[in-house]
C-alpha cells in the first residue's frame, strides 16, 4: 500500500479593520488549523458621520497598506474580510422549539436542510417584524450578513451535531445580523475600487463577543472615538448589538482646545485625577446612555454583572465609573455589582496593552473559525440557505 503526501495549501487574506479613528489592516495566514499574523499596518484617519462621503477615505486607506504590504511581501492577496464601517446594524436573536414529524428514522441530509430552513423561515420572520417596528426598515431594504446557529439541544441534552442522531424534539438559537442594503452596497464598491474580493463582512461586534470570557452573561462596551457599540450575552448567546451615537474623541477635543494641549497629551493624563469637570460630563452621558440601551435591550431580563471594555486606551476612569453604579437605580434588574473581567486570547499575552487593536485580533480569531467550519454540514447547509436571501 503506498500513501501520496499532500500539501495542505494556506489560506492567507485581508483583515480590515475600519470605522475607528485608525484603519487597520492585517496579512493573516490560515493553515492546518493555525493562524499566523503576517504583516499588520495602521493608518491614522478621521472618519466623519456620513458613510457615502467616507468611502473614498476608507478605500484610500486600504489600499494605501495593500500598496505597501504587496511591495514588502512580494505577493497579491485578492481575498478579504472587513467590518462595518458605518452606524446601522441588527441583531436578532431566535430561540426556536422543532418538533419532527417522523422518528422513525435518523436525520439525513435533507432532513437537516428541511430542519434548518424551516427554523430560518421562522427567524427571519420574527426579525423583519421587530426591525420594521424599531427602525422602520423593510426586509427588502435589509442584507443577510451572519447566519449563526449558537446552540442546539436535542431532547434536552446540549449538542453541536444533529445529522444522524434520532430525537424528537430539537432547541435551536439561530441569530441573524444584517445592515441596510445600501450599506451593503457602500462595501461592495469598497471591493470594487480595491479590485478584492470579500469573502465575508464581519461586524468587530459579533467578533470581539465571540472570544472566550469564561462567563455566560457578558456585557461588553466598545468605547470608540466615533461610536460606541453595547454588546450583550446571556448563557452564552449574543442577544443583541447596538452602535450609539456617543463616543469619547470629542471628550479629548475639548479638554484639548481649553487646556492648550495636543489630544496625544490629553490621552496620556485621561485617567489621571485632572479635568474633572469635564470628564465628569461625559461620564454622565455615557451613563445615560448605557443604561437606556441596556434597558432597551434587557427589558426584563437581569443585567449581566461582568463587563468587558474594549477602547483606544484602558479608560480607566470609565471602569472605576461604571464599576460603582448601582444600575438598579437606572431602571436596570441586577444581582451584583458590576466587575470587569478580561477574555482568553491565546495569541495575546497582555490584552490590556493590546486594546486598541483587539478589534483586529478578535475578527483574525473569528476568521479562523469561519475556516474550520466550512465542512460542516449545518454551516453548509446554512451557507445554502443564505445566498437566497
Given at each position: 500500500?503506498?500513501?501520496?503526501?499532500?500539501?495542505?495549501?494556506?489560506?492567507?487574506?485581508?483583515?480590515?479593520?475600519?470605522?475607528?479613528?485608525?484603519?487597520?489592516?492585517?496579512?493573516?495566514?490560515?493553515?492546518?488549523?493555525?493562524?499566523?499574523?503576517?504583516?499588520?499596518?495602521?493608518?491614522?484617519?478621521?472618519?466623519?458621520?456620513?458613510?457615502?462621503?467616507?468611502?473614498?477615505?476608507?478605500?484610500?486607506?486600504?489600499?494605501?497598506?495593500?500598496?505597501?504590504?504587496?511591495?514588502?511581501?512580494?505577493?497579491?492577496?485578492?481575498?478579504?474580510?472587513?467590518?462595518?464601517?458605518?452606524q446601522e446594524l441588527f441583531f436578532e436573536t431566535s430561540k426556536i422549539n422543532y418538533i419532527r414529524k417522523d422518528t422513525?428514522?435518523?436525520?439525513?441530509?435533507?432532513e437537516l436542510k428541511e430542519i434548518i430552513l424551516e427554523i430560518k423561515n421562522i427567524s427571519l420572520k420574527k426579525a423583519?417584524?421587530?426591525?420594521?417596528?424599531?427602525?422602520?426598515?423593510?426586509?427588502?431594504?435589509?442584507?443577510?450578513?451572519?447566519?449563526?446557529?449558537?446552540?442546539?439541544?436535542?431532547?434536552?441534552?446540549?449538542?453541536?451535531?444533529?445529522?444522524?442522531?434520532?430525537?424528537?424534539?430539537?432547541?435551536?438559537?439561530?441569530?441573524?445580523?444584517?445592515?441596510?442594503?445600501?450599506?451593503?452596497?457602500?462595501?461592495?464598491?469598497?471591493?470594487?475600487?480595491?479590485?478584492?474580493?470579500?469573502?465575508?463582512?464581519?461586524?468587530?461586534?459579533?467578533?470581539?463577543?465571540?472570544?472566550?470570557?469564561?462567563?455566560?452573561?457578558?456585557?461588553?462596551?466598545?468605547?470608540?472615538?466615533?461610536?460606541?457599540?453595547?454588546?450583550?450575552?446571556?448563557?452564552?448567546?449574543?442577544?443583541?448589538?447596538?452602535?450609539?451615537?456617543?463616543?469619547?474623541?470629542?471628550?479629548?477635543?475639548?479638554?484639548?482646545?481649553?487646556?492648550?494641549?495636543?489630544?496625544?497629551?490629553?490621552?496620556?493624563?485621561?485617567?489621571?485625577?485632572?479635568?474633572?469637570?469635564?470628564?465628569?460630563?461625559?461620564?454622565?452621558?455615557?451613563?445615560?446612555?448605557?443604561?437606556?440601551?441596556?434597558?432597551?435591550?434587557?427589558?426584563?431580563?437581569?443585567?449581566?454583572?461582568?463587563?468587558?471594555?474594549?477602547?483606544?486606551?484602558?479608560?480607566?476612569?470609565?471602569?472605576?465609573?461604571?464599576?460603582?453604579?448601582?444600575?438598579?437605580?437606572?431602571?436596570?434588574?441586577?444581582?451584583?455589582?458590576?466587575?470587569?473581567?478580561?477574555?482568553?486570547?491565546?495569541?495575546?499575552?497582555?490584552?490590556?496593552?493590546?486594546?486598541?487593536?483587539?478589534?483586529?485580533?478578535?475578527?483574525?480569531?473569528?476568521?479562523?473559525?469561519?475556516?474550520?467550519?466550512?465542512?460542516?454540514?449545518?454551516?453548509?447547509?446554512?451557507?445554502?440557505?443564505?445566498?437566497?436571501?
Amino acid at each position: 500500500m503506498s500513501f501520496k503526501k499532500q500539501k495542505i495549501e494556506a489560506n492567507i487574506i485581508w483583515i480590515v479593520d475600519v470605522w475607528t479613528y485608525k484603519a487597520r489592516v492585517a496579512i493573516t495566514k490560515y493553515q492546518n488549523r493555525d493562524l499566523e499574523l503576517i504583516w499588520y499596518w495602521e493608518k491614522r484617519q478621521d472618519f466623519i458621520n456620513n458613510c457615502q462621503e467616507n468611502l473614498s477615505s476608507i478605500t484610500e486607506a486600504i489600499r494605501d497598506s495593500i500598496k505597501k504590504a504587496e511591495s514588502v511581501w512580494k505577493t497579491n492577496i485578492n481575498e478579504l474580510i472587513i467590518n462595518i464601517p458605518f452606524q446601522e446594524l441588527f441583531f436578532e436573536t431566535s430561540k426556536i422549539n422543532y418538533i419532527r414529524k417522523d422518528t422513525s428514522k435518523e436525520i439525513d441530509s435533507e432532513e437537516l436542510k428541511e430542519i434548518i430552513l424551516e427554523i430560518k423561515n421562522i427567524s427571519l420572520k420574527k426579525a423583519f417584524k421587530n426591525i420594521k417596528q424599531d427602525y422602520s426598515y423593510d426586509k427588502n431594504q435589509l442584507k443577510l450578513i451572519i447566519c449563526n446557529i449558537s446552540n442546539i439541544i436535542i431532547d434536552k441534552i446540549e449538542t453541536k451535531k444533529i445529522l444522524w442522531k434520532n430525537p424528537k424534539e430539537i432547541n435551536i438559537s439561530i441569530l441573524n445580523i444584517f445592515i441596510p442594503e445600501t450599506k451593503y452596497d457602500n462595501i461592495e464598491q469598497i471591493a470594487k475600487n480595491l479590485d478584492k474580493k470579500i469573502i465575508k463582512i464581519l461586524p468587530s461586534e459579533y467578533a470581539v463577543a465571540k472570544l472566550d470570557y469564561n462567563k455566560k452573561n457578558v456585557v461588553i462596551i466598545d468605547l470608540g472615538s466615533c461610536h460606541t457599540s453595547i454588546i450583550v450575552k446571556q448563557k452564552g448567546n449574543i442577544i443583541w448589538a447596538k452602535k450609539i451615537s456617543v463616543w469619547i474623541r470629542e471628550l479629548i477635543i475639548e479638554i484639548s482646545k481649553k487646556y492648550s494641549k495636543t489630544r496625544a497629551e490629553v490621552i496620556d493624563m485621561i485617567d489621571e485625577d485632572l479635568f474633572l469637570e469635564e470628564k465628569q460630563k461625559f461620564l454622565e452621558i455615557f451613563r445615560d446612555v448605557i443604561t437606556i440601551s441596556l434597558e432597551e435591550i434587557l427589558w426584563d431580563k437581569i443585567c449581566p454583572s461582568n463587563f468587558f471594555m474594549i477602547g483606544w486606551w484602558s479608560n480607566k476612569f470609565v471602569k472605576k465609573y461604571i464599576s460603582e453604579l448601582d444600575f438598579n437605580d437606572y431602571w436596570l434588574k441586577t444581582t451584583k455589582k458590576i466587575s470587569f473581567i478580561t477574555p482568553n486570547i491565546e495569541y495575546l499575552d497582555d490584552i490590556d496593552s493590546s486594546k486598541s487593536n483587539l478589534n483586529i485580533f478578535s475578527m483574525m480569531k473569528w476568521s479562523l473559525d469561519f475556516i474550520k467550519r466550512q465542512k460542516d454540514p449545518i454551516e453548509d447547509t446554512l451557507k445554502q440557505i443564505m445566498n437566497d436571501y
